[in-house]
């Protein structure tokens, strides 16, 4: 018999290996964007309460495998992950997919946190930015002279300054390309999320020789297993005892 399987998730990854679980497994979902309804396994919707909180809920039911396929910049909920398996005896595997590299023709430019970042796009006119939610924050601090447009799940009015695009990956090229020449962007701002769905808009970036403002990855924590890829994380699974459908 397999082991019961919590998988937390949170990119495409994590959806892929859900829809190839069971009924006795759970898949967890932080809560944003649609919530898959083909899946054989158990969805969870929401927070656990830190790490406390999911390491109750791993003893209350039975799960004797955590997978950690949040974000790369998920850093809190990985956190939370390895401490709750630590407390309650049972391996953590986590997906630790490598981010991308600069070629020769970029121009990326890494900075820690927003508070640098809103220096370095003070010479920018028309930043996209593709953070996720956490522009939403500053929309009453554009700087004048500024327009921004943000890419992230859920839709979002933004104001008349600013314009949210609401729409989920994978995006392609010929449809980033159109986007950067209409809107007009001087620069890209971006996590360095690595993997494939939302790497044409770095390509773009190239070809228009635009800047990239990169946002470093926070540190995560140790974990039982690392996996680079999906794939590799789902042939260790299948080499588990059991039937994990």
């Known amino acids: 018999m397999s082991p019961r399987i919590l998988l937390l998730g949170g990119v495409g990854d994590a959806l892929a290996i859900a829809r190839r679980l ?7 979902l932080a809560g944003l964007g649609k919530v898959p309804a083909d899946l054989a396994c158990q969805v969870r919707v929401g927070g656990f309460g830190g790490a406390e909180g999911l390491a109750r809920f791993i003893a209350e039911q039975g799960i004797e495998l955590l997978l950690d396929i949040t974000h790369p910049y998920a850093a809190q909920i990985s956190a939370n992950a390895a401490q709750a398996a630590q ?6 595997w986590a997906l630790r997919r490598p981010g991308w590299q600069a070629g020769a023709q970029d121009d990326w430019r890494e900075v820690a946190d927003w508070a640098e ?3 370095a796009l003070t010479a920018f006119r028309r930043p996209f930015f593709t953070l996720g939610r956490e522009p939403l924050q500053h929309l009453d601090s554009i700087p004048p002279g500024q327009f921004w447009t943000i890419r992230m799940l859920d839709e979002h009015p933004g104001n008349d300054r600013a314009r949210v695009i609401g729409t989920r990956g994978p995006f392609l090229l010929d449809d980033e390309r159109a986007l950067f020449a209409s809107e007009r962007f001087d620069v890209l701002v971006s996590k360095n999320s690595g993997g494939s769905a939302t790497e044409a808009k770095l390509q773009v970036a190239r070809e228009r020789a635009l800047p990239v403002l990169i946002l470093a990855r926070p540190a995560l924590p140790l974990v039982t297993r690392e996996f680079a890829s999906g794939a590799e994380l789902w042939q260790a699974l299948q080499a588990l005892p059991g039937d994990l459908g």
Do not use: K, N, V
């Open 22 to 28: 069971g009924p006795e497994h759970i898949y967890s």
């Open 87 to 92: 407390a309650t005896g049972i391996p953590c």
């Open 117 to 119: 970042l809103s220096q």
